[in-house]
T-cell receptor, first 116, second 108 residues
Framework: EAQVTQNPRYLITVTGKKLTVTCSQNMNHEYMSWYRQDPGLGLRQIYYSMNVEVTDKGDVPEGYKVSRKEKRNFPLILESPSPNQTSLYFC???????????????FGEGSWLTVV | KQEVTQIPAALSVPEGENLVLNCSFTDSAIYNLQWFRQDPGKGLTSLLLIQSSQREQTSGRLNASLDKSSGRSTLYIAASQPGDSATYLCAVTPSLTFGSGTQLTVLP
């Protein structure tokens, strides 16, 4: 089954304690992206990757890092989390050539992160 | 850098009305444009995909159009129902850039 898997789905952590949210896709997609969603602010792009070892900053990259060492994985790293990073995070992937079916952007189920 | 804008940010209509949601993008070099629906606290559900070579797509009461040269797409919802109440988002590939969404409320 084609899917994007995020872990953990729910996490409460303390300020300053490094954490990683993993994202893995099994569709051999080139493009992957991380978003945060806050009330009234829509989906804001954090980082974006066009392929292995290629990453670009989105609209809100401060406080986050990513890596793309393998095509299937795109982890989001919070080196020193702060309370303003409390949010719902989504990972997404898309094929380079675009989709021919009814969907071309695949989402993970979301990760609820609370930093206290 | 691609930017996607959705207007209006919120819309409230009585049941049965036809309505149009708007999406605009700044860089016309897109592969596809996709419309999603999101219910509160839930993930995103894909509604319609329009490839860059297409002009429109239809699914049931939904019709999406794409004018790539002007950087615009519209989502038309016919005979709206209370169950259509949700936030509607558009996104373009390959940049995977999303608009901020239109929050739709259909009143019974």
């Amino acid at each position: 089954e084609a899917q994007v898997t995020q872990n953990p789905r729910y996490l409460i952590t303390v300020t300053g304690k490094k954490l990683t949210v993993t994202c893995s896709q099994n569709m051999n997609h080139e493009y992957m992206s991380w978003y945060r969603q806050d009330p009234g602010l829509g989906l804001r792009q954090i980082y974006y990757s066009m392929n292995v070892e290629v990453t670009d900053k989105g609209d809100v990259p401060e406080g986050y890092k990513v890596s793309r060492k393998e095509k299937r994985n795109f982890p989001l790293i919070l080196e020193s989390p702060s309370p303003n990073q409390t949010s719902l995070y989504f990972c997404a992937s898309s094929p380079r050539t675009g989709g021919i079916t009814g969907n071309t952007i695949y989402f993970g189920e979301g990760s609820w992160l609370t930093v206290v | 850098k691609q930017e996607v804008t959705q207007i209006p940010a919120a819309l409230s209509v009585p049941e049965g009305e036809n309505l149009v949601l708007n999406c605009s993008f700044t860089d016309s070099a897109i592969y596809n444009l996709q419309w999603f629906r999101q219910d509160p606290g839930k993930g995103l559900t894909s509604l319609l995909l329009i490839q860059s070579s297409q002009r429109e797509q239809t699914s049931g009461r939904l019709n999406a159009s794409l004018d790539k040269s002007s950087g615009r797409s519209t989502l038309y919802i016919a005979a709206s129902q209370p169950g259509d109440s949700a936030t509607y988002l558009c996104a373009v590939t390959p940049s995977l850039t999303f608009g901020s969404g239109t929050q739709l409320t259909v009143l019974p």
